[in-house]
């Protein structure tokens, strides 16, 4: 069908969004998160062959149901007294819901085997970053923008060091692993290699050594 043959709805659009306080497609492409075609595409009647989900958000950056919408710009397809509100709404609501759930699940799932990968990068890596800065001199220095994305990584995700290598902190045996001799908890520690935390559950204590004299 050419674009010529297609209907234009653009009357009904421009009432709808002087109703709903829209001043363009451009605006109204903004409000409901979907590109401008999307809109034109509905406007020169393709409704019916465009996607619920962003039927939807045009519906509501519209201000108006879906059953509304589609009555407008698709008039005939759905009887006046069919509850679409309450079926293909609900419906893709129950989906949206479903999706989210199934998204949390495998973002915890990937963020576990990612963390499982890393784990070599977790544990020496700041370490690492001790000896250059202590030694300027290292070609290796050149190296330590490079993490930065995987550090950045880490914070979005909530994982966060314990406490930076080189510091002395109070011994924890709850936070720390000694790698040599004793310590009371209380006591003068110094991280040798730093331990994470992501929230309130512990990933990997923190390797430490006692203050020596």
């Known amino acids: 069908m050419s674009e010529s043959a297609l209907p234009d709805y653009s009357p009904q659009l421009q009432e709808l969004m002087q109703r709903a306080g829209v001043s363009s497609i451009e605006e109204l492409s903004q409000i409901a998160g979907?590109?401008?075609?999307?809109?034109?595409?509905?406007?020169?009647?393709?409704?019916?062959?465009?996607?619920?989900?962003?039927?939807?958000?045009?519906s509501q950056g519209l201000k108006?149901?879906?059953?509304?919408?589609?009555a407008v710009f698709a008039p005939g397809s759905v009887p006046s007294e069919t509850p679409?509100?309450?079926?293909?709404?609900?419906?893709?609501?129950?989906?949206?819901?479903?999706?989210?759930?199934?998204?949390s699940a495998?973002?915890?799932?990937?963020?576990?085997?990612?963390?499982?990968?890393?784990?070599?990068?977790?544990?020496?890596?700041?370490?690492?970053?001790?000896?250059?800065?202590?030694n300027l001199q290292l070609p290796a220095?050149?190296?330590?923008?490079?993490?930065?994305?995987?550090?950045?990584?880490?914070?979005?995700?909530g994982v966060d060091a314990i406490a930076p290598v080189g510091t002395q902190v109070p011994y924890d045996p709850h936070l720390h692993?000694?790698?040599?001799?004793?310590?009371?908890?209380g006591e003068q520690v110094i991280v040798r290699y730093t331990?994470?935390?992501?929230?309130?559950?512990?990933?990997?204590?923190?390797?430490?050594?006692?203050?020596k004299g």
């Open 141 to 157: 220095v050149k190296l330590l923008p490079f993490v930065r994305p995987v550090e950045q990584l880490m914070r979005q995700w």
């Open 34 to 58: 979907v590109s401008p075609l999307q809109i034109i595409r509905l406007r020169r009647g393709l409704a019916l062959q465009t996607p619920v989900s962003i039927l939807l958000k045009i």
């Open 177 to 185: 692993q000694l790698l040599e001799g004793t310590a009371q908890p």
């Open 84 to 103: 679409i509100r309450g079926d293909l709404e609900s419906e893709y609501q129950r989906l949206q819901t479903q999706m989210e759930q199934q998204r």
């Open 106 to 134: 495998l973002l915890e799932e990937w963020k576990r085997e990612s963390l499982h990968v890393l784990e070599s990068w977790l544990l020496q890596w700041p370490t690492v970053v001790y000896r250059v800065q202590e």
């Open 64 to 70: 108006i149901s879906l059953s509304e919408l589609l």
């Open 195 to 211: 331990g994470y935390r992501e929230g309130n559950k512990l990933l990997y204590r923190a390797k430490v050594s006692p203050v």
